[in-house]
């Protein structure tokens, strides 16, 4: 079992900046492919960013090139999506996932789910 807890979600202003953190627990961290997803109200939940094990690979949905970048510290069990250059269509429901083996963009393929941070952005 893996158990996820996000945390930075928040209103910011357009252009704003936020940084979301997910904490893990149980088991080893570093063996995850962690990837963060949205839902938004009335909308199908989408796929952000994720990252492999090591942090050395990276993906990201094109809503979010350029604006986001997903990091990881597996010394600390932390996954972190850095959310610049926000808009009011980032508006959503932000969760982190977790996945044993290869990234993924699909959120079927990941079995570990945290409760979600809410992400605001005013226009």
């Known amino acids: 079992q893996v158990q996820l807890v996000e945390s930075g979600g928040g209103l910011v202003q357009a252009g704003g900046s936020l940084r979301l953190s997910c904490a893990a627990s149980?088991?080893?961290?570093?063996?995850?492919?962690m990837g963060w997803f949205r839902q938004a109200p009335g909308k199908e939940r989408e796929f952000v960013a994720a990252?492999?094990?090591?942090?050395?690979?990276?993906y990201y949905a094109d809503s979010g090139k350029g604006r986001f970048t997903i990091s990881r510290d597996n010394a600390k069990n932390t996954v972190y999506l850095q959310m610049n250059s926000l808009k009011p269509e980032d508006t959503a429901v932000y969760y982190c996932?977790?996945?044993?083996?290869?990234?993924?963009?699909?959120?079927?393929?990941?079995?570990?789910w945290g409760q979600g941070t809410q992400v605001t952005v005013s226009s």
């Open positions: 990252i492999d094990w090591s942090g050395f690979r990276t």
């Open positions: 149980g088991r080893v961290f570093s063996r995850y492919a």
């Open positions: 996932a977790a996945k044993p083996g290869v990234v993924s963009g699909e959120g079927y393929d990941y079995n570990y």
